[in-house]
């Protein structure tokens, strides 16, 4: 995973890199330990992950979206998206 990627976090409704996403579901949910920041609530059920793991999330590089691109927004309802959001709780 190119870690200079952005896309559009649908729970968090920002853009995000995909480095951060994957920094962020590695915090403990709930309360955290002394020191440590406890995961984002919109991370606790957010069920992108697999999208951006795969890479199935549109992204563009960051230096395009430092330029002012942005990626479009990932249609979570899409068949193929659906089949694999689907897999990922089942496993």
Sequence with gaps: MNKDHM???????AYMRTTNCTNLRKRPAGKA???????L????KCTMYPLVDSQKVPTVS??????????KVANLQAA?????IQA???D
């Design 7 to 13: 896309f559009y976090c649908i729970p968090q409704q």
């Design 62 to 71: 960051l230096d395009a979206y430092l330029g002012g691109s942005k990626p």
């Design 88 to 90: 990922s709780i089942a």
């Design 41 to 44: 609530r919109a991370c606790e």
């Design 33 to 39: 330990p002394a020191g440590a920041q406890p995961m």
């Design 80 to 84: 193929a998206n659906r089949k694999i």
